[in-house]
């Protein structure tokens, strides 16, 4: 990956007794898709700061703490911006998620989490963070129009 450019991101997975808060996407970069809450990372924001904002913008919660489990990378075909998102679990907030422009928020029960309205890569690293495990993950697609998985790569992250 030297040489390519990365685009910082966020993502937060809010859990709360068995069951995962999912946004339903309404706008933008992967609209229509059920996704946890995040983005971009801005100038001079920490990662963590920027993954509270987010959460707040698009859920209407406010994150009391937030643990760091996961950094994954995404290329999409050739294209030589990777997108890093560091993904935290949250099971401690504060506020009653509500409807923003950019999102719709639902809880789902872990066992009935809507795999098939998700990216095609959730279903492979989702189940292994609800675990609680930590880790890096790797994922190539065909192209930004063609969601097809083309690499798969997970290692340890401490």
Known sequence: MEGDRIKLLTLVIVENGGEVLL???????????????GGKVEAGESIADAARRELSEEAGIDALS????????????????VLEVH???????RGTPKETEEMHP???PIAKIPYDGMWPDDMHWLPKFLAGERFQAYFGF????????THIHFAPYS
Do not use: V
């Open 23 to 37: 946004g339903l996407k309404k706008r933008g970069f992967g609209i229509g898709k059920w996704n946890g809450f």
């Open 66 to 81: 937030l643990e760091h489990r996961a950094i994954s990378r995404f290329r999409f075909g050739d294209d030589s911006e």
């Open 87 to 93: 993904t935290f679990a949250c099971s401690d907030f």
């Open 106 to 108: 639902q809880w789902f």
């Open 142 to 149: 065909a192209g930004y129009d063609d969601e097809r998985i």
